[in-house]
T-cell receptor, first 115, second 114 residues
Framework: DGGITQSPKYLFRKEGQNVTLSCEQN?????MYWYRQDPGQGLRLIYY???????QKGDIAEGYSVSREKKESFPLTVTSAQKNPTAFYLC??????????????FGNGTRLTVT | AQSVTQLDSHVSVSEGTPVLLRCNYS??????LFWYVQHPNKGLQLLLK??????LVKGINGFEAEFKKSETSFHLTKPSAHMSDAAEYFC????????????FGSGTKLNVKP
């Protein structure tokens, strides 16, 4: 079945350490996104990528970095510069390109806890 | 720019009674509208989408939504709630500006009482 795989489901790190969250899709989608979800705040866009080797900052990109070396992969690194990294992180994809109206497809998320 | 307002942060219904989750949007263009459901510690699952074909949209699990342009609303309904419907629901608007941008409502938590 096609879908988006995020790993790991739970991640624990010490403050000051960088950590990378994995996101892989086999939907052949051009566009991929990273969102952060905090209680009561809905979803906020961190980074997005329309095509391989290109990505753009979203609304809350500070303290995060991404890469898009392959169409199916869009890993997110949470750096030590991110002041409040503990959150639920969601990866999504869509057909993008000229596919107006195409919905987002989501992975099952990674819950990151930094202490 | 788009914005999405979900009018209720929490809704509580009894099992077997109707569900109404309200969503209003602002849009400069003809919008695409979506409803998603999220169960605890899971990703968001698409319930239904409106893409200008028909104003009444049927989705999965018995949910439907009606697009009302004059009221800029896209409310989600279900005739009879089931315990498994308890979850958080998000209304989402997309706009096309050489790229699909998505705008999320803040979510409505649905509680279903036995």
């Amino acid at each position: 079945d096609g879908g988006i795989t995020q790993s790991p489901k739970y991640l624990f790190r010490k403050e000051g350490q960088n950590v990378t969250l994995s996101c892989e899709q086999n939907l052949n989608h051009d566009a991929m996104y990273w969102y952060r979800q905090d209680p009561g705040q809905g979803l906020r866009l961190i980074y997005y990528s329309q095509i391989v080797n290109d990505f753009q900052k979203g609304d809350i990109a500070e303290g995060y970095s991404v890469s898009r070396e392959k169409k199916e992969s869009f890993p997110l690194t949470v750096t030590s510069a991110q002041k409040n990294p503990t959150a639920f992180y969601l990866c999504a994809s869509s057909s993008g390109g000229s596919s107006y109206n195409s919905p987002l497809h989501f992975g099952n998320g990674t819950r990151l806890t930094v202490t | 720019a788009q914005s999405v307002t979900q009018l209720d942060s929490h809704v509580s219904v009894s099992e077997g009674t109707p569900v109404l989750l309200r969503c209003n949007y602002s849009s400069s263009y003809s919008p695409s509208l979506f409803w998603y459901v999220q169960h605890p510690n899971k990703g968001l699952q698409l319930l239904l989408k409106y893409t200008s074909a028909a104003t009444l949209v049927k989705g999965i699990n018995g949910f439907e939504a009606e697009f009302k342009k004059s009221e800029t609303s896209f409310h989600l309904t279900k005739p009879s709630a089931h315990m498994s419907d308890a979850a958080e629901y998000f209304c989402v608007v997309s706009e096309w500006d050489n790229f699909n941008k998505f705008y999320f409502g803040s979510g409505t938590k649905l509680n279903v009482k036995p």
